[in-house]
């Protein structure tokens, strides 16, 4: 069976939503999450600039400017240990080049980052981040990073959650199959639209070939990076072991050190005499 993409991966989202007829679903998507009516969508570029040729250049997957203010949107497939500072580079440069045009320094208008993530330990379904002290007291009012738990509402259509679900149904359909989606388009015409959009795009060969072809590299990285991780474990192995018999062997010399100490002890040796023939401290002699 030929597998379905939903946008639980960043192409197929983009392929979606970044289109202008369809403004009329992505605007249900970000009401869902930011509990506030959106009117106006512009598109802006998702390249962004970089002012030093060091710096490696940012691609993100939706950047948004509406009448709320401009929105960045990342979908997290997976949850390596580096996400969480590449997003925040990546909504510190949205909010720089923002707030350093102009004439003056304000924050009237809204930057948003969010983050509809996968592979997450929250047990929140949303988590909201705001820059502000232990007392509450904001650093600055205008920038927000919204986290979203994606599997953990996914869980409302596994428990068949009714109430949760005509809630949030417009997060949800970004990851349920063609089954699935039929099912909830039933009394819907935006999740009806998103499911003819969703399946056209799985229909694009151009779109399956880039998706076999970044799915092959990512299996690549993974052996490799699998291969490494073996490599090392076993090196630490071999290593520990030898470390093991040296530490065994200098514990023995030690052991029988002591033992030879106090037999010379015994026969009435000097102390400085033992210390010279066994290496061991005067003050470790005495206590014997």
């Not at 979908?75 to 925040?88: A, C, G, H, I």
């Amino acid at each position: 069976m030929e597998k379905f993409y939903t946008c639980k991966y960043d192409r197929a989202f983009k392929e979606v939503f970044m289109k202008e007829e369809n403004k009329d679903i992505l605007e249900k998507v970000l009401e869902t999450i930011l509990k506030v009516k959106i009117d106006k969508i512009r598109f802006l570029n998702l390249e962004r600039n970089v002012d030093n040729i060091k710096v490696k250049r940012k691609h993100l997957d939706l950047y948004l400017e509406t009448d709320i203010g401009k929105i960045q949107v990342e979908v997290n497939t997976e949850n390596p240990k580096y996400l969480n500072s590449r997003n925040m580079a990546y909504i510190c440069d949205i909010y720089s080049h923002h707030i350093l045009v102009g004439e003056e320094y304000n924050e009237k208008t809204l930057i948003i980052q969010i983050n509809m993530s996968y592979d997450i330990k929250n047990e929140e379904y949303i988590r909201k981040y705001l820059v502000q002290d232990d007392k509450g007291n904001k650093y600055v009012k205008n920038l927000i990073i919204y986290e979203i738990n994606m599997e953990k509402y996914k869980s409302f259509w596994y428990n068949k959650n009714q109430e949760e679900i005509e809630k949030n149904k417009y997060l949800l359909m970004l990851d349920l199959g063609l089954k699935e989606l039929r099912k909830l388009s039933i009394k819907d015409k935006v999740v009806s639209k998103y499911m003819s959009e969703i399946e056209r795009v799985n229909e694009e060969p151009e779109f399956r070939e880039y998706m076999s072809a970044e799915e092959d590299n990512r299996k690549i990285e993974n052996s490799i990076r699998s291969e490494g991780y073996e490599d090392g474990v076993k090196y630490g192995i071999n290593l520990g072991k030898t470390e093991g018999r040296n530490e065994g062997k200098i514990e023995g010399i030690a052991t029988r050190n002591k033992e030879i100490a106090q037999e010379m002890k015994k026969k009435n040796y000097s102390i400085e005499e033992i210390s010279q023939l066994t290496g061991i401290d005067l003050k470790e002699i005495e206590k014997l």
